[in-house]
């Protein structure tokens, strides 16, 4: 099983739409959570950081649920710049896990 | 920009060839991450160096070999170059902090071709 498991997509939405991305992670002592983006042919860059309590930056919402070992993305009102692959990370013991990505698609 | 460097951007070799690729951390972070990423797949956890030391390794074969030097920066070395490791290869850097949100910030990446 892989330790950080997410959709591959790709998700085509039109502008303005609401998107919400899922990741689930296998290792239930995972310390640490991230989102990061990765545009193509570029290194990945880091969206945000996910907390406990959930935490927002501008349009886009991170959760996680530790009960149930996943981390939710969700972006409001998409901008055809938010077409990129997003990535789901966990950190066990400065060990970090991507999962394999989200493509997301922004239409006109 | 991240301030995270890597040399050289790109790099072919032949099977059985040995390849050291290099890093630059940004200024402030003793921590520097290795990851290879595939075509198509997300980046994979090859080893972590943190002051010096081998801090954290995937699973990467002994042939995945590292080191930090003093200033931070960070060489990965393979042997035995195999077809399968033609990839892309990031390194990061991060200042873990006490509260272990540890945020890594990568440089552009390696592309590397083994024909």
């Known amino acids: 099983r892989k330790e950080v498991e997410q959709d591959p997509g790709p998700f085509n939405v039109p502008e303005g739409a609401t998107v919400a991305f899922n990741c689930t992670y296998s290792n239930s002592a995972s310390q640490s959570f991230f989102w990061y983006r990765q545009d193509c042919r570029k290194e990945p860059k880091l969206l945000m950081s996910?907390?406990?309590s959930g935490n927002e930056d501008g349009r886009f919402t991170a959760q996680l649920n530790r009960a149930s070992q996943y981390i939710s993305l969700l972006i409001r009102d998409s901008k055809l710049s938010d077409s990129a692959t997003y990535l789901c990370v966990v950190n066990n013991f400065n060990k970090f896990y991507f999962g394999s990505g989200t493509k997301l698609n922004v239409k006109p | 920009e991240t301030g995270v460097t890597q040399s050289p951007t790109h790099l072919i070799k032949t099977r059985g060839q040995q390849v050291t690729l290099r890093c630059s951390s940004q200024?402030?972070?003793?921590?520097v991450s290795w990851y290879q990423q595939a075509l198509g797949q997300g980046p994979q956890f090859i080893f972590q160096?943190?002051?010096?030391?081998?801090?954290g390794r995937g699973n990467f074969p002994p042939r995945f070999s590292g080191l930090q030097f003093p200033n931070y920066s960070s060489e990965l070395n393979v042997n035995a170059l195999e077809l399968d490791d033609s990839a892309l290869y990031l390194c990061a850097s991060s200042a873990p902090g006490l509260d272990s949100q540890e945020t890594q910030y990568f440089g552009p990446g390696t592309r590397l071709l083994v024909l």
């Open positions: 160096y943190y002051r010096e030391e081998e801090n």
């Open positions: 200024s402030g972070h003793n921590t």
């Open positions: 996910v907390y406990s």
